[in-house]
């Protein structure tokens, strides 16, 4: 008599990277519900690729995430199937169409080197002491850790901050009522939950205000819902 609630969060990690970098092309994208993706192969590939959509999209989306992990030209050419030269011109085309992102990734690795320390929002903390490594792997390989962390560790406390706020919001619910809706586990930007098949609409807005009022950022957060009798389904 229970089915599956999938909520999960939209491209969370390029919110929160529009967010710190204050870039204004990434904060209206989100703020005016355009596919960010699409927008970043508008502003590296430019209208006259000769690519279809699809690949457009396919490629954009790819380099929107690499240069969060701060990949080098020679691998996202191997990522998009690209000469390292071409690959090298796009980032140089998505810096210059996002010039926020640079200046951020640029403020937090100079800042870094001086304190040591990079932070999420939250203020949770990595030492990075390696920054000023005299090896230069090792030195590339924290500086790429030093520009991630701040984005990817803000997500996973938005992602526990929700988790906190669904909770107290699903006690309310169930006070009183003999079946119960709870929350079954979290898998990266996901929460899944179990609910009475009658009241899964219900339960999943609730569930949707909560995770989507959870945190402030200068953009919208936004969650995908889904209900379902597995977690294919729900997720579909």
Same mark, same amino acid.
């Given at each position: 008599g229970h089915v599956l609630i999938s909520a999960d969060y939209s491209q969370i990690e390029l919110r929160v990277l529009a967010h710190l970098s204050g870039?204004?092309?990434?904060?209206? @994208?989100?703020?005016?519900?355009?596919?960010?993706?699409?927008?970043?192969?508008?502003?590296?590939?430019?209208?006259?690729s000769g690519l279809d959509a699809h690949e457009l999209r396919r490629r954009a989306k790819i380099i929107n995430y690499a240069l969060l992990y701060g990949k080098t030209a020679f691998t996202l050419a191997k990522d998009i199937g690209v000469p390292q030269q071409a690959a090298q011109e796009f980032i140089d085309a998505y810096f210059a169409g996002y010039p926020g992102v640079r200046a951020y990734i640029d403020r937090t690795l100079a800042d870094a080197r001086v304190s040591g320390i990079v932070r999420t929002i939250t203020g949770r903390r990595r030492l990075v002491p390696e920054l000023t490594s005299k090896n230069g792997m090792i030195r590339l390989a924290t500086e790429r850790e030093t520009v991630n962390m701040?984005?990817?560790?803000?997500?996973?406390?938005?992602?526990?901050?929700?988790?906190?706020?669904?909770?107290?919001?699903?006690?309310?619910?169930? @006070?009183?009522?003999?079946?119960?809706?709870?929350?079954?586990?979290?898998?990266?930007?996901?929460?899944?939950?179990?609910?009475?098949?009658?009241?899964?609409?219900?339960?999943a807005d609730l569930i949707r205000d909560a995770m989507e009022g959870a945190f402030h950022l200068d953009v919208p957060l936004t969650v995908d819902v889904g209900i379902g009798p597995n977690w294919t389904d729900a997720k579909a």
């Open positions: 870039d204004a092309a990434l904060v209206e @994208a989100f703020r005016q519900g355009v596919d960010i993706h699409d927008r970043t192969a508008e502003r590296v590939f430019g209208s006259t701040p984005i990817q560790g803000t997500a996973a406390d938005v992602l526990k901050k929700a988790m906190i706020d669904v909770q107290a919001a699903l006690a309310g619910w169930n @006070a009183g009522r003999p079946h119960h809706a709870r929350m079954v586990l979290t898998v990266h930007d996901e929460l899944l939950f179990e609910a009475p098949q009658g009241e899964a609409g219900a339960v």
